[in-house]
């Protein structure tokens, strides 16, 4: 496996390095039926070598992308273990191009039907352009309900915004308060688009929310990520780091794996879940840290929102230990899950991070709780379309709706929390 995992791994990165052309990856459908094909598929993945597109599990189907130079290593590996496959995509920036078609006729529909800004529908994926300039429409249109900041800069020396939303005008820390980010995944579109349905509903109708308005603060981050959601945008779909240079051939950490509560050294600069050099070492890390130092003392709930794989996660992640409060936060996770049900939507696994996905080092929500966060939580929302990251632009009404109603949940409750305890 490790012969494997590193000639994969290679190729990976010379294809990632060439700006996203994926004309030479294949995508295979695996099925471990026995608690040690998993193992081997959990062990494979965690090398951060190859690119699972879904989460393991026993007699499910899980989406794996290897270069077709690598293809036949691929399939002898997987014939050692008795594993089952099947080839189901040749051509992966063919599915991708496909998406993208799709998407913009779409988009061109939407535009010649609606005499509305653009950005203010859910039918589209928004550009970081689109969601900056409505953060700051909102600003100006709503003076006593929002606020929005530049927490910092990122390699690429983009803005990384934030947003508040208090029905006093200001967050003065005298209410809990729940911290959301989004997008620090550059690929993962539906989980930004999610959250920033979640501001638009609460800015735009307030009247509606008034009873979770008035008991609890927002602290939002919907792009914790902007150079490499544009690089998504622009150069290749299915990119997730940042864009800070890692090497002469390689670029981009993967944040949500560069936090300083036990981080780890965990692979090498060209592939998909590095590290980092150090703890703390990239920009939009430090200014998500120093934002939540600001509000530590009232935060109550923190969620990261990312895509995909139908999962509500709570720490901790970093190996296999509960929470403390382990019986809480499942309980409270099943209920957002089914309040989502409820509204249509499919029906979440709950439970420990490491338990039901993998262990992850420096990862956020791990993070948050180490300061002191009582409640908090990874989302991993639905996928959609050929590979899950790439949900349709035709299914982001459905997915946006129905994920606030799960978002709901959670604000609810950090209203009814006490700040001194």
């Not at 002469?248 to 050294?265: Q, S, T």
Request: proline share 3%; charged share 25%; hydrophobic share 35%.
């Amino acid at each position: 496996m490790k012969t494997l995992a590193v000639v994969t791994g290679c190729l990976l990165a010379l294809a990632f390095a060439k700006a996203g052309s994926y004309h030479e990856f294949e995508v295979y459908n695996v099925r471990p039926e026995t608690h040690e094909q998993l193992m081997v598929l959990l062990k494979w993945r965690s090398t951060g070598e190859v690119d699972f597109w879904d989460n393991p599990k026993l007699g499910r189907n899980a989406r794996l992308m290897v270069t077709r130079e690598d293809h036949k290593r691929a399939e002898e590996f997987l014939e050692e273990h008795d594993i089952e496959y099947d080839l189901v995509a040749e051509d992966v920036q063919e599915l991708l191009n496909r998406e993208q078609r799709r998407n913009e006729e779409h988009n061109r529909r939407l535009k010649r039907d609606s005499n509305s800004r653009a950005t203010v529908n859910f039918e589209h994926f928004w550009t970081l352009d689109e969601i900056y300039d409505y953060l700051d429409e909102m600003a100006a249109a709503y003076e006593g309900l929002v606020r929005v900041s530049e927490i910092g800069r990122t390699y690429e020396d983009r803005p990384i915004k934030a947003i508040t939303i208090s029905t006093r005008g200001t967050i003065d820390q005298t209410r809990p308060i729940v911290f959301i980010d989004g997008g620090i995944h550059a690929r993962e579109w539906a989980g930004v688009m999610s959250v920033m349905y979640m501001i638009h509903e609460f800015v735009e109708h307030s009247e509606e929310y008034a009873d979770q308005l008035s008991n609890a603060d927002y602290v939002i981050v919907p792009v914790a990520n902007p150079d490499g959601y544009v690089y998504t945008h622009g150069q290749n779909r299915l990119w997730r780091k940042n864009r800070s240079p890692g090497n002469v051939l390689c670029y981009g950490v993967d944040l949500n794996r560069n936090f300083p509560f036990m981080w780890d050294r965990t692979t090498t600069e060209c592939t998909n879940n590095f590290a980092g050099h150090a703890a703390s070492s990239e920009n939009e890390t430090k200014a998500i840290i120093a934002l939540m130092d600001e509000y530590k003392a009232a935060i109550r709930m923190y969620l990261a929102v990312h895509t995909y794989g139908e999962m509500i996660l709570w720490p901790w992640g970093y190996d296999f230990l509960h929470a403390p409060n382990a019986a809480d936060l499942q309980r409270l996770g099943e209920q957002a899950r089914d309040a989502l049900v409820a509204a249509g939507g499919p029906e979440y696994e709950v439970g420990n991070s490491a338990d039901i996905l993998y262990t992850a080092t420096g990862a956020t929500d791990d993070y948050a709780y180490s300061l002191g966060v009582p409640y908090a939580y990874t989302i991993e929302l639905t996928g959609g379309g050929t590979q899950g990251f790439d949900l349709p632009a035709t299914e982001l009404p459905r997915v946006t709706s129905q994920t606030f109603e799960l978002l709901k949940v959670f604000g609810r409750h950090a209203g009814t929390l006490s700040l001194t305890s």
